[in-house]
């Protein structure tokens, strides 16, 4: 990102988590404000949310609140762990580009390993060669497998690909960790049951992301491995992840969960992704890098495009996942917005990639 200095109020593409706070968040944190409740989620907000989860599930497991996406994933690998194992995971995956060392740091040492795999996803085939390349003393032993849904470039794994993975971590030992930061606009776009993707698929803990998907702040841990969750809770809050006024991370939650509000937001973030992919694919200059799945729109720009619309004031990532511009839409992303913003990629597109 550079030149921010023309940038105007308006809505941008640069993150989901450049947007506010969806109005039934906020609504719901205004209820939840109403008087005194017990804290560190020994609240009836806390607890409501929790079974507002199990409810999406259709299983019991454990839920678990904590303020960001980082904590959540390295919380939960270093859970999975001893300081001696490795996790898997593609080299393009948030907990390896984008979590600062964190995994490793709270895994006290444990390793990730990066597999390839064609856009953002994990193969059953890869997991299965990582793990048999080495099986001696000397190597950090793989014990988790990590994937991202939706993953970093936009795509999604199917129900099947993820229920492959699963037979394959289970094969050989592995726990099955998902990083769901925008497990929402997966739902949202695949259509199926939560349960599908999740557990049916052999999934032991999800991150399931609540940020990016319009709360305020907050992503919950769901343990469908209960015994994987023992004493959780203390390593919540030695990560300096355990709220004491739970109530207003947890509240939220039923804003969000109440009539599906979680997937037509997500629904319209993923809607108009498409719509700027539609409107952007043909353009002179402009190469789409990956398939449009979820709510983002990987391009390649030539750089005096990339510069006359961050002149004009767009913000937006061009180093994010495997490089090329991330285009990432939001639950209020706005078919003006999109509009507005293809049309002076268009414009730039005519001055500079003729
Ligand atoms: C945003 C994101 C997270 C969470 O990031 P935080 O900034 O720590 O909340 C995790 N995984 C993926 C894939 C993400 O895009």
Redesign the pocket.
């Given at each position: 990102m550079s030149t921010e200095k023309n940038s105007k109020p308006r809505r941008h593409f640069a993150s989901d988590?450049y947007a506010g706070i969806a109005p039934e968040a906020w609504a719901a944190l205004q209820e939840a404000n109403a008087d005194h409740e017990p804290a560190y989620g020994n609240d009836r907000w806390t607890q409501r949310a929790a079974d507002a989860i199990r409810e999406v599930f259709e299983t019991p497991c454990e839920v678990f609140f904590v303020f960001?996406?980082?904590?959540?994933?390295s919380l939960a690998l270093a859970h999975s762990t001893q300081s001696y194992h490795s996790v898997l995971c593609h080299e393009v995956?948030?907990?390896e580009r984008?979590?600062c060392g964190a995994p490793e740091f709270f895994g006290n040492g444990s390793k990730l390993l990066l597999l390839p795999g064609d856009q953002g996803r994990l193969t059953p085939a890869g997991i299965e060669d990582a793990v048999l390349r080495r099986t001696d003393i000397h190597y950090p032993k793989p014990r988790v497998v990590t994937v991202?849904q939706a993953t970093?470039v936009g795509t999604l794994y199917s129900p099947a690909e993820l229920r492959a993975i699963g037979a394959m971590a289970k094969r050989h030992g592995l726990r099955f960790h998902m990083?769901g930061?925008?497990f929402a606009n997966a739902i949202a776009a695949l259509g199926c049951a939560p349960r599908e993707i999740t557990w049916q698929a052999g999934v032991d803990v999800l991150?399931f992301?609540g940020?990016?998907n319009g709360i305020h702040v907050g992503?919950a841990v769901v343990f469908f491995n209960q015994e994987l969750a023992r004493e959780f809770d203390l390593r919540t809050k030695q990560g300096g992840q355990l709220c004491s006024k739970m109530r207003f991370v947890s509240a939220p939650w039923l804003g969000m969960l109440r009539d599906n509000v979680w997937l037509r937001h997500a629904g319209n973030a993923n809607r108009m992704a498409s719509l700027m992919h539609g409107l952007v694919k043909d353009l002179p200059g402009v190469k789409v890098l990956f398939p449009v799945q979820a709510n983002a729109v990987f391009v390649d720009l030539p750089k005096p495009v990339i510069e006359a619309l961050w002149a004009r004031g767009w913000l937006f990532y061009n180093f994010i996942g495997e490089g090329g511009c991330r285009l990432m839409c939001s639950w209020d992303t706005t078919e003006e917005d999109v509009r507005s913003f293809a049309a002076d990629l268009a414009a730039a597109c005519a001055t500079h990639a003729k």
């Open positions: 988590n960001n996406g980082t904590a959540a994933n995956a948030h907990v984008d979590e991202t970093e990083d930061a925008r991150c992301g940020t990016k992503e």
